[in-house]
């Protein structure tokens, strides 16, 4: 059997896990997340969430891929034949996500096109809904194909399947030694230029205020816990995969906790940079932040292209923004591609090529439903169901497993005997109380919510048909594959 792939350095595998946790989530939650909720005061159940849940599960999904030297189903094959189920099923909610996800880095290329020039006008909410997506009335009143956005998906469908078909070191190393460094260069040029902007100060001063009353409310805990989950790529089998590649002398625990610091940081520098420009925003329109602040799609897409309007040198602002938006989608569609070819190629011996190859064209495909008019209202549907519903209760399930049922000690004793520092009875009990109990409480409430409202305000049967048929679908479809008879992955092992 051929040896399995190697990252090059650890600098490299450290890169590639910071790409695949940074994303387009830390540019534009984390900052709204801390503004809602405290402000400065906001970073105490953050920074508590990232030692008890975030480093602890990056520690766990680390060691498991290294020891056993897999993709998902592969590991959770490898802990019992009867668990390959679950690897398939966050292979699954992985593709969802590559799918949709693409679009949104469409949108990114395409605006930092028109940054150059403010494209977007005077009314950037009229554009960016009606010129520019042709947003329809419903999700399933697809209209037209819009060009722009297929063109852009195909040229980062393109990307993407090159990074993968060069392999491990060669490919999504390579790419990531570049784009990561770049990402953080850029922001932090873009920080030097918007913090001595007019307002900016008290942009800053909106998101930092501590507010420390809100420590009193449990919800702000949960927040601060599932932002840590949704920013780290945990629980949907991509840190699975990613440290399979690892050599197998490899330090688990620094490697897993700089991870995690350098995600949180980076989040940390995009709530400087977006609330500087915020509070510019406000300085030069006599309004509040508070009235300009939002988060999601409006905010990088509507928000930020009209603050933009309002700067000193325009198309420099808004052409590194959209440019640090675009790399940090890239580097993470990369490693949610990469999770999903390499448990095929595990599963059933086939070429790096051939897989991805077959992976992005079916992605592909997919994604052109996504370029039309219906294609943001269903891509808002999938995301809030797949964030709030499937990756959720996939990490809940896997750390119940894990915890309650193979158990945490063998795991702990491999990842010490390769590791500087050494973690014990707290890293356990972190696993088996504190994240669960987190994880089990915002899952339950997350479906207590959509089943008391219907997100959105959408059609019930828009709903039942993109969103809550998801995990059901995604259950099926991983015991068809789970039951297939391996041809290569999990008959010999490496």
Known sequence: ???????GSRTGFVLAAVGSAIGLGNIWRFPYMAYENGGGAFLIPYIFALLTAGIPFMILEFGMGQKFRGSAPKVFRALGGKWEWLGWMQVVVAL?????????IGWTINYTGFALNQTWGADPKAFFFGDYLGLSSSPLALGGIRWPIL?????????????????????????????????????????????????????????????????????????AYGQIFFSLSIGFSIMLAYSSYLP???????????????????SLLA???????????????????????????????????????????????????????????????????EAVSSSFIDKFGLSRKRTATMVCGFGFLMTLVFTTGGGLLILDIVDHFVNNLCILGLALAEILLMSYIVGLDDLNAH?????????????????????????GYTFVMNIVTDLGTPYGGYAQSDLALLGWS?????????LVVSRRQASYGFVRQN
Not at 248 to 262: G, L, P
Not at 471 to 478: G, H, I, K
């Open 151 to 223: 063109a852009a998906c195909t040229l980062a469908w393109a990307v993407t399947w090159l990074a993968i078909t060069s392999g491990v070191r060669k490919g999504i190393e390579r790419a990531c030694k570049i784009l990561i460094p770049l990402l953080f260069v850029l922001v932090l040029v873009l920080i030097a230029r918007v913090v001595n902007l007019p307002g900016a100060m008290t942009g800053l001063n909106y998101l930092f205020h501590p507010d420390f009353s809100k420590l009193a409310d449990f919800t702000v805990w949960a927040d």
């Open 96 to 104: 969802v996500i590559s799918i949709y996800y693409v679009a949104v």
């Open 470 to 478: 998801l995990l059901p679908v995604a259950f099926v479809l991983a």
């Open 1 to 7: 059997m051929a040896q399995r792939e190697q990252w």
């Open 271 to 337: 709530g400087i940079m977006i609330f500087s420009v915020l509070g510019n925003m406000a300085h030069a329109t006599g309004q509040e932040v508070s009235d300009v602040a939002g988060a999601g799609v409006g905010l990088a897409f509507i928000t930020i292209p009209a603050a933009i309007n309002t700067m000193p040198a325009p198309a420099f602002v808004g052409t590194l923004f959209f440019l640090c938006l675009t790399m940090a989608g890239v580097s993470s569609h990369i490693s949610i591609v």
């Open 248 to 266: 197998k002398d490899s330090d688990i625990n620094n490697n897993a906790a700089m991870t995690v610091f350098i995600n949180c940081g980076f």
């Open 415 to 439: 990842v010490n005997a390769v590791s500087d520092f050494k973690v014990g009875l707290a890293w356990r009990l972190c696993l088996k109380l504190v994240t669960v109990a987190v994880l």
